[in-house]
């Protein structure tokens, strides 16, 4: 079966980097568009990235652009999202998906989450 897990989440001062990694299995990876997704709490969850399969082109959400870098090893199923610069606003868990047909719309295969928490 499918499995995206993520790790590398953690406790950050405001304006450091985190590097978050999503390890997939169980999927052709390279046939797969790879996004990222955060949930602050009492938030809905939101798009922050996304990398495509076809080209890797790459998308991101307007507050993380400049800061944050997705991409991918396909030799190694994983993506990664670099994250610099970090603010308190970027507390959340975040969250990887795949899905085989649209980077922006709805993702079949999602992980179980990492706390990503930064301190001002």
């Known amino acids: 079966q499918v499995k995206l897990v993520e790790s590398g989440g953690g406790l950050v001062q405001a304006g450091g980097s985190l590097r978050l990694s999503c390890a997939a299995s169980g999927l052709t990876f390279s046939r797969y568009h790879m996004g990222w997704f955060r949930q602050a709490p009492g938030k809905e969850r939101e798009f922050v990235s996304a990398i495509k399969w076809s080209d890797s082109s790459t998308y991101y959400r307007d507050s993380v652009k400049g800061r944050f870098t997705i991409s991918r090893h396909n030799a190694k199923n994983t993506v990664y999202l670099q994250m610099n610069g970090l603010k308190p606003e970027d507390t959340a868990v975040y969250y990887c998906?795949?899905?085989?047909?649209?980077?922006?719309?709805?993702?079949?295969?999602w992980g179980q989450g990492t706390q990503v928490t930064v301190s001002s």
């Open positions: 998906a795949a899905d085989a047909r649209n980077w922006d719309g709805k993702y079949d295969y």
